[in-house]
């Protein structure tokens, strides 16, 4: 399913401040409401999509999960990140990610848009605060909820990620290791869904062999 663009429905830039919105949903409304569209279904649609659109954009929450989403489908940038960053800030964004993640059809999500973000996130001077702050736990937790998020990559997106991820485990053996296990288990992964199709036929040609010399020695 397409995901809807609320901006589009509202008439609104993606960086629109919330007046702005709220000021093109009250014009929208006036102009597609029951009251004065009695009978027209297309109005009635419409002022239903305006409804949904304000819903979300009106609203932090809903806003920023819905912006993650959106450019994660491809259809539009990424806002800028905060001036402050720090440790808990940047594992909070990754959370975040997860979130939206679970949310979306895999098959709508686009794998390089999908790269470029955690990129984003395992940007030099993100880098630097983790390694400045030395805040281990904080540092552990990001590592697992990226490999979480990589889950939905294919396995070419995935060296730069996991080489920036190294980065950030430093000297901790435990993350280090959960790491490269992670990377292992998925090119292994890899080499058998690649392998099975190739399975399937010899099975296939296997029982046909057998099915032909069992029927010629009766």
């Known amino acids: 399913m397409q995901l809807k663009d ?29 009251d004065k569209n009695q009978g027209n279904e297309l109005s009635e649609a419409q002022f239903k999509e305006v409804n949904e659109a304000y819903n ?6 809903k ?5 993650d989403e959106r450019w994660l489908s491809g259809m539009g940038n990424k806002t800028s ?9 940047l594992k909070n964004v990754c959370v975040e990610l997860n979130t939206s993640l679970k949310a979306m059809d895999t098959y709508r999500m686009s794998q390089k848009t999908l790269q470029e973000y955690i990129l984003l996130i ?10 400045q702050e030395q805040d281990g736990l904080t540092n552990k937790a990001i590592v697992a909820e990226l490999l979480r998020a990589t889950a939905r990559l294919e396995l070419r997106y995935l060296n730069e990620i996991t080489e ?11 993350v280090i290791k959960a790491i490269t296990d992670y990377d292992h ?8 869904d690649k392998a099975y199709p190739y399975i399937i036929i010899a099975v296939t040609l296997a029982l046909c062999v057998f099915m032909y010399f069992y029927s010629q020695g009766k």
Request: net charge positive.
């Open 81 to 89: 990140y905060a001036d402050a960053v720090t440790p808990a800030w």
């Open 63 to 67: 806003r920023a999960k819905y912006d």
């Open 122 to 131: 395992l940007a030099d001077s993100n880098l630097g605060v983790l390694q």
């Open 185 to 192: 288990a998925r090119r292994n992964q890899e080499k058998k």
């Open 56 to 61: 979300i954009l009106s609203d932090s929450r």
């Open 164 to 174: 920036r991820l190294m980065i950030i485990a430093g000297t901790d053996d435990q």
């Open 6 to 34: 609320h901006y589009k429905t509202l008439g609104v830039n993606p960086a629109a401040a919330l007046p702005e919105i709220k000021k093109a949903y009250r014009k929208l409304a006036i102009k597609y409401h029951p």
